[in-house]
């Protein structure tokens, strides 16, 4: 997943001087002429931070600027386990300065603007950089708007989400106080940041229920926008398995449109069973619910001439180059393709876009190829994981033998992977540019 904050953070009021403008290169201040770096980068999430330190790793010195907002760095994955009382909120953030590759530049504003024609982008503050090559990294919006009374109720009211950091907390604190009653776990139309997460909060809020002996006492619904409880069917089984275990009432075509906090009731369109009938308004009343918020691409790039029909940045899928702009590569929760928007995906992605680029730019033909691989932690229980790895169209793509971990099954390993591995990896191994078993296919060119 990456940094929300890029895609939120406000904007200056734009100044039309084109004057050489300060800069942060780590913790000094430095002054860089307009339109003089070699690589921009669009966002400070996993992926532009990643991309920066792998380019810095095989280039020392490289001219590289990234275009982040944020102060705060956030390793979103752990959220969920905030949300299940495993991890503290304040482990899953560090400051923005500590993960910035030494030696970038550093643009604290948001963007505005991209002009692929004239390879510039356009800050906040009305600054415009140039670049020999752009690599766009700015991530997805939570589109907390689109469900009505939702805003007003966030934090209160047993309304909560483990999509947001200050949120997280409050998740943990109603599944400790629900004793009794009715909780409701949403999922919202594809595509959205890590397809399992809806259901990890679910089960993780199951799990706690379950060991206090509460659960019986307790009616647990799974409101799902789509048809299946996981896209790729090898996973399925051993979702079921924990649905039955928990007393789980799953109800798919069901879209979350509108809350009344006050009144503890939440609204659900209904897909008609029969092609062009008319959907349903249903409503279900709740003591606990937790909302997974419907996900867009920013207008950014659906007002740049580079999206898809959809709006999303428009990539090659196994180059990860755009593909009308040679000079522009993409990865994170912005692109296209489709893989699965998660941490792992962008891991996987950040060397091949990097070796690519370094290739455009050397004249070479691009010889690293993107498999689409994402990896999805399903976490079944507090101490079991089925550790979905799959790629493009559904391959499935493990790490490990099976005789060490069995993917389609909930085990203990993937749980201490999940718990003690990843954000080991994530923050001192993939930020920092070291690719430990993220090397990328080769193509046949």
Known sequence: MNNPASDSASSPSPSPSPSPSPATRGETTVTVPPNAHKVVILGGGAGGIAVAASL??????????????????????????????????????????????????????????????????????????????????????LDWAAIEGLEETLGKNGVTSNYRYDLAPYTWQLVQSLRSGRALFTQPPM?????????KAMYLSCDHWQREDVLGQLEVTFHNAGGVM??????????????????????????????????????FEVAAAEEGGEPQIVEQSFDMLHVVPPQKAPALIKD???????????????????????DIFGLGDISGTSNAKTAAAVRKQAPVV????????AGDSLAAGYRGYGSCPLTVENGRIVLAEF??????????????????????????????????????LMLKGHEWLARPASRDV
């Open 354 to 361: 990097v070796e690519n680029l370094l290739a455009t730019l």
């Open 56 to 141: 810095l790793k095989r280039q020392a010195g490289m001219d590289i600027a990234i275009v982040e907002p944020s102060e705060q760095h956030s390793y979103q994955p752990g959220w969920t386990m905030v949300g299940g009382g495993i991890f503290t909120p304040e482990s899953t953030r560090r400051s923005m300065s500590t993960v910035m590759p030494k030696g970038v530049h550093w643009y604290r504003e948001s963007v505005v603007g991209i002009d692929a024609d004239a390879h510039e982008v356009t800050l906040g503050d009305g600054r415009k950089l140039r670049y020999e090559r752009l690599v766009v990294a700015i991530g997805l919006e």
């Open 191 to 199: 595509p959205i940041k890590c397809a399992g997460a809806p259901q």
């Open 230 to 267: 996981f896209g790729v069917p090898a996973y399925v089984p051993a979702l079921e398995e924990a649905v039955k275990g928990y007393g789980i009432e799953v109800q798919f075509h069901q879209r979350l449109i509108a809350v009344d906090g006050e009144a503890h009731t939440a609204r």
């Open 304 to 326: 740049s001439g580079l999206a898809n029909a959809a709006g999303w940045l428009e990539l090659e899928p196994e180059t990860l180059q755009h593909i009308t702009h040679p």
């Open 391 to 428: 790629g493009y169209g559904g391959e499935l793509q493990p790490t490990f033998p099976k005789w060490l971990n069995d993917g389609t099954r909930p085990t203990r390993l993937a749980w201490q992977l999940k718990a003690r591995g990843l954000p080991f990896i994530y923050w001192n």
